[in-house]
Every structure is written in structure tokens, then in C-alpha cells.
């Protein structure tokens, strides 16, 4: 089984959906992040988390939420899905050493299409 | 501030033949730079790093990069390319000791093995 756990792996669904991506992990790891992949650009950080009462927005955190329900478990999820937020989503672990470092460990992410 | 230029969007090279993925960078602070790998429908996975200590890092799989700060570059290279590292590749900079929330990514490139 894979560390970093990401569901649903793909995901069609329409505008004005609530939709929510759940990532889990085996690592024992505090940190974990969701980042956001658009074709032809670089991974961009929407949200993470320390620990399960130290959530941090990221560079593009507007139209998203997350929730962080266990050290091992860390949501993301769309109120009301636009188009736009059509992307490949991961979710990714670090320890603290990691953090520092930038060493982190990798789902094999959401495929989200928002029609 | 931080910015990371992956000079190709593709590039394609025959099996057996050395490969060269080319990234410059630009940071305010003592940079950390990464390289990451990504295969088809699989998670991101570092592939090396350089975090202030020898110029020439070596990581996974036979590859390497050397940081060259005169020329603010940290290009990828492998003597010998394998089928299997055909993938996308992500340069990544960080400040040193920064955090992995502070992380920039690439746009990425593709790499490509011809038989």
C-alpha cells in the first residue's frame, strides 16, 4: 500500500458541486500539504497544515477549505466547483526535518474535471 | 523572493545517450534547490538536493546536478539515459532552512527516451 493515500484518483463532476478530496498517510508524519497541478505549471501550495489545530493557507487557498480530522488525515474541499478549479490535485507529507529541507513525500493525486 | 526557470518544456533524447534537464534560479536568500521526479499517474519523488554543502549533489537512479552560483543554474544530468526515466521533472527552490511551505516549483519538464 501506497504511503500517501489520496481518493477519489479521479472525479467528473459540475459546477456548483460540493466536492471534497481526502488524503491519508502511513508515514507518521505532522505536516501535510495540498498543492494543486495545472498543465504547463509548477505545483502551487493551497493549503497545509502542522498539526491537526495548526492549518495555514497557502498561495491559492480562496475557493478551497480543508480539515484536518487526525495527524493522518487531511481534506480538501470545494464549496461550490468552478471549471477553473479543473486540475490535478496532491496531497503530500513531510516530517520535520522534511519541512526544513523540503523533502516531501508525495500521493499519486485527485484528477479533478469540474464541468 | 524566488523565482525557478526550467529552460525546456520537452526535451528528447535516445536511450543510452546522456541526458541534461537545465534550471536557473533566482532567490534573495542562500538558496535550497531540489529536483523532483514525477512518472505517468505516480506521485512526486525527490530526486536529489542541494541544501549549502557540496556543489556537485548526487541523487537517485544516476542522476546528478551542480549548483553553480556565478550562473544561478542547477542543471540536471545523467550519463546515460534508461527507458525508464522517461517522466516530467520539476526544479524547486527553496531559501535554506525555509520551510516546505516556502517551496517554488518549475513548470516542469518532459522528458522523453527514444529506443
Known amino acids: 500500500d501506497a504511503d500517501v493515500t489520496q481518493t477519489p484518483r479521479n472525479r467528473i463532476t459540475k459546477t456548483g458541486k460540493r466536492i471534497m478530496l481526502e488524503c491519508s498517510q502511513t508515514?507518521?508524519?505532522?505536516?501535510m500539504y495540498w498543492y494543486r497541478q495545472d498543465p504547463g505549471l509548477g505545483l502551487r501550495l493551497i493549503y497545509y497544515s502542522f498539526d491537526v489545530k495548526d492549518i495555514n493557507k497557502g498561495e491559492i487557498s480562496d475557493g478551497y477549505s480543508v480539515s484536518r480530522q487526525a495527524q493522518a488525515k487531511f481534506s480538501l474541499s470545494l464549496e461550490s466547483a468552478i471549471p477553473n478549479q479543473t486540475a490535478l490535485y496532491f496531497c503530500?507529507?513531510?516530517?520535520?526535518?522534511?519541512?526544513?529541507?523540503?523533502?516531501?513525500?508525495f500521493g499519486e493525486g485527485s484528477r479533478l474535471t469540474v464541468l | 523572493a524566488q523565482s525557478v526557470t526550467q529552460l525546456d518544456s520537452h526535451v528528447s533524447v535516445s536511450e543510452g545517450t546522456p541526458v541534461l534537464l537545465r534550471c536557473n534560479y533566482s532567490?534573495?536568500?542562500?538558496?535550497?534547490l531540489f529536483w523532483y521526479v514525477q512518472h505517468p499517474n505516480k506521485g512526486l519523488q525527490l530526486l536529489l538536493k542541494y541544501t549549502s554543502a557540496a556543489t556537485l549533489v548526487k541523487g537517485i537512479n544516476g542522476f546528478e546536478a551542480e549548483f553553480k552560483k556565478s550562473e544561478t543554474s542547477f542543471h540536471l544530468t545523467k550519463p546515460s539515459a534508461h527507458m525508464s526515466d522517461a517522466a516530467e521533472y520539476f526544479c524547486?527552490?527553496?531559501?535554506?532552512?525555509?520551510?516546505?511551505?516556502?517551496?517554488?516549483f518549475g513548470k516542469g519538464t518532459h522528458l522523453i527516451i527514444q529506443p
Open positions: 508515514k507518521g508524519h505532522d505536516r
Open positions: 524547486v527552490v527553496s531559501r535554506t532552512g525555509g520551510g516546505a511551505d516556502g517551496l517554488t
Open positions: 532567490s534573495s536568500y542562500s538558496p535550497s
Open positions: 503530500a507529507t513531510s516530517d520535520v526535518a522534511g519541512y526544513s529541507t523540503g523533502e516531501l513525500f
